[in-house]
């Protein structure tokens, strides 16, 4: 069974720097095709991508907030972090990392979601 | 950059009653690359669909998914009273990597 678990601070200033972690079971992110990315959904808006880490170490990032975006993984934790620099009180927002599988040219869904949690910007 | 469309923004409709949600794509999306997702409130979206017609783990069979190219299609065949969520697709491959449409909501007539 995969799980996923975000964790990190509720409460950050503006300027300051946010570090997410997700911590994963059931899965492997050195198996082929694996993914781990991370999506925000501030109240009452649609989710907007992030950045996503695939198995083999490519990262990809939102065009619009690359620059301020990183992401990593520390397969031995089962874990991924994500760090988005500058804080603003517009990204406040749940933060969602989720599983990503392709393989043999199909994609299969971000399949299971950590239950989120909410950063909230502000002095 | 790869825009999706959703429409209507809200659908009432009552329970048992069929329910057409509609995502279009500002450029061609292959069908290998296109999901629908459930959101009901405080939670974290679930897959419906993925490869625009393929159902999930668990995906009762009253939800299909159709479509190619631009326009694709989620459809409930008979609303059931744990229906009643928000709903939306989601492209993968196209830059950016991920785009979510702005989302249908369904709710009780």
């Known amino acids: 069974q995969i799980t996923l678990k975000e964790s990190g601070p509720t409460l950050v200033k503006p300027t300051q720097t946010l570090t997410l972690t997700c911590t994963f079971s059931?899965?492997?992110?050195?198996?082929?095709?694996?993914?781990v990315g991370w999506i925000r959904q501030p109240p009452g808006k649609a989710p907007e991508w992030l950045a996503l880490i695939y198995w083999d170490d490519d990262e990809r990032y939102s065009p619009s907030l690359q620059s301020r975006l990183t992401i990593t993984k520390d397969t031995s934790k089962n874990q991924v972090v994500l760090t988005m620099t500058n804080m603003d009180p517009v990204d406040t927002a749940t933060y969602y990392c989720?599983?990503?599988?392709?393989?043999?040219?199909?994609?299969?869904?971000?399949?299971?979601w950590g239950q989120g949690t909410t950063v909230t910007v502000s002095s | 950059e790869i825009v999706l469309t959703q429409s209507p923004g809200t659908l009432s409709l009552s329970p048992g009653e069929r329910a057409t949600l509609s995502c279009r794509a500002s450029?061609?999306?292959?069908?290998?690359?296109l999901a629908w997702y459930q959101q009901k409130p405080g939670q974290a979206p679930r897959l419906l669909i993925y490869?625009?017609?393929s159902r999930a783990t668990g995906i009762p069979d009253r939800f299909s998914g159709s479509g190619s190219g631009t326009d694709f299609t989620l459809t409930i065949s008979r609303l059931e009273p744990e229906d009643f969520a928000v709903y939306y697709c989601?492209?993968?491959?196209?830059?950016?990597?991920?785009?979510f449409g702005p989302g249908t909501k369904v709710d009780v007539k």
């Open positions: 989601q492209q993968y491959g196209r830059s950016p990597l991920f785009t």
């Open positions: 450029q061609s999306v292959s069908s290998s690359y």
């Open positions: 490869g625009a017609s």
């Open positions: 059931g899965f492997s992110l050195r198996a082929t095709g694996v993914g």
């Open positions: 989720a599983h990503s599988l392709e393989y043999s040219s199909a994609w299969y869904g971000m399949d299971v």
